[in-house]
Each structure stands twice: as structure tokens, then as C-alpha cells.
């Protein structure tokens, strides 16, 4: 845990906050710390401060929180994901958001097993704790916006467009030979948004359908990747790839 994360409605006016449970055993039991000691804290989806340690009992930390002025930027990737099996999606979400995702679309596809929607990692009773612990292991404020979409053909021609905006789209395919940093040469200041389909891949509709919806096929090599490596690669490719062209 690298940041501290607060939410809102826990910050008095004066920025006083009394953290229990994992957050203060984090900071009495791993960051050893002591009255007047300063914590990184962020304020979730807002900006990122200072807490200095007010008292310490009872399992409790207090602290006194100062925030910046500015919130940081979203992070400019948002990624389309064909819904995983449960226990690799429940692996994934504080990856995502370590990574650095802007917004994770869930989509169904025809090698999605239609249960998979009904488990409760979809629910987000599970997938924000999950999120959050992300955010505070890569010290990021801005939780990752989810939206789930059972009807894939009416998702990605009637509800696409209005969530993707005018995004630079690549879709993975194995059989593929453009690179990422390719896909990627006049990106500028637009966002880019990454689908990636189930294990077995899309089906011959859905790459049509993605295709025309302005996605470009990019191949990772000839190995065929899970799910959660697939994401995991991709992401840092294109982190990769967007940090060499702003240098």
C-alpha cells in the first residue's frame, strides 16, 4: 500500500480523518509510524495530499490531511474485455488499475460462458475494494469507471461510440504482424481504447464488427496469451509506447 486512500465523505472540513481496519494496520504494523509522522494520502477520484499522524489507540489512526489544489488527469487507456472466467477476472481488477485504466467495458461475445455475468465479481461490492487496492499499490487517485454490457452487437453498434469518443482503437489478434508502437503513430492527445477478446478469441462476426467500428488488429507475437497475461502486456505495451511519443 503506497498511497492512502480517502474517501470524501470520511474528511472532516478541518481535512481530520480516524482510519480502522486494513489502512491503520497498514500504517501502525508496516509503516511503523508515530505521532507527527507524514503519510502519503489521496482523496479518491480527487487530488493527492499529506496527512500528518494526530494520535494513535485503540487500532485507530488519526490523522490530519492537507490536499492539493489539482486533481490528477484520468488515466488516457481504457480497455473493451471480452468477460473472463470469474477467478481470472477477480485476479485482474487491481491490475487494471495499478496499470492504469480510464474505463473497463465488459462485453459478451460467443465464447463467454452466460453465467459468468451472474457471479459477484461483476458486482461492485466486489470489484471497487478490488480497484482500490490497485490504485493504492500504483498511487493513483482515479478509480477506473466500469460499465458491463450483456447484448455484444448492440453494445458495440449503438453504445460504442458514445463511451469511446473519438479514441484511437486497436483490437488484439494473434494472427496480426502491426506492432503496438505502430498502431499507435499519430495517437497525440487522443485516448486510445484496447479490446481484447475471450479465451478462443473473437469470432469471425464479432472481428467484423469490431473492425468496423475503427479498431486495427495488432499482434503481442505468435504465442496465443490468457486473458489476464494478454491485458497485463498489452497495457504495458501501449503505456509504453505512449510514453515514447510524448518524450
Not at 486512500?5 to 509503516?31: C, F, M, P, T, Y
Not at 490497485?134 to 447484448?151: K, N
Not at 503513430?185 to 479465451?199: H, K, M, S, T, Y
Request: aromatic content about 4%.
Amino acid at each position: 500500500m503506497n498511497l492512502i486512500l480517502l474517501e470524501a465523505a470520511e474528511v472532516d472540513a478541518s481535512g481530520d480523518v480516524s482510519l480502522s481496519g486494513a489502512r491503520a494496520a497498514h500504517l501502525l504494523n508496516v509503516l511503523s509510524v508515530s505521532p507527527g509522522q507524514t503519510v502519503r494520502v489521496g482523496m479518491l477520484d480527487g487530488p493527492f495530499g499529506v496527512g500528518t499522524v494526530q494520535s494513535i489507540g485503540g487500532g485507530a489512526v488519526a490523522l490530519r490531511c492537507v490536499f492539493d489544489a489539482s486533481v490528477p488527469p484520468r488515466p488516457s487507456v481504457d480497455l473493451l474485455l471480452a468477460l473472463p472466467r470469474p477467478k481470472v477476472l477477480r485476479r485482474l481488477w487491481a491490475q487494471l488499475a495499478a496499470l492504469g485504466v480510464g474505463r473497463i467495458m465488459l462485453t459478451n461475445a460467443e465464447r463467454v460462458e452466460r453465467n459468468y455475468f451472474d457471479t459477484h465479481v461483476v458486482t461492485p461490492e466486489c470489484y471497487r475494494l478490488l480497484l482500490i487496492e490497485g490504485l493504492q499499490q500504483a498511487r493513483d487517485t482515479r478509480l477506473p469507471e466500469v460499465s458491463i454490457h450483456r447484448q455484444f452487437k448492440v453494445f458495440v453498434e449503438d453504445e460504442l461510440d458514445g463511451l469511446a469518443g473519438n479514441s484511437l482503437r486497436i483490437v488484439a489478434d494473434p494472427s496480426a504482424t502491426s506492432s503496438v508502437a505502430a498502431a499507435l503513430g499519430d495517437v497525440n492527445d487522443r485516448r486510445v481504447l484496447i479490446a481484447i477478446g475471450p479465451e478462443g478469441g473473437w469470432n469471425n462476426f464479432e472481428m467484423r464488427l469490431i473492425e468496423a467500428r475503427g479498431f486495427q488488429a495488432i499482434g503481442m507475437g505468435a504465442r496465443t496469451l490468457r486473458t489476464d497475461t494478454a491485458c497485463v502486456a498489452l497495457l504495458a505495451l501501449v503505456r509504453d509506447a505512449i510514453t515514447a511519443r510524448s518524450a
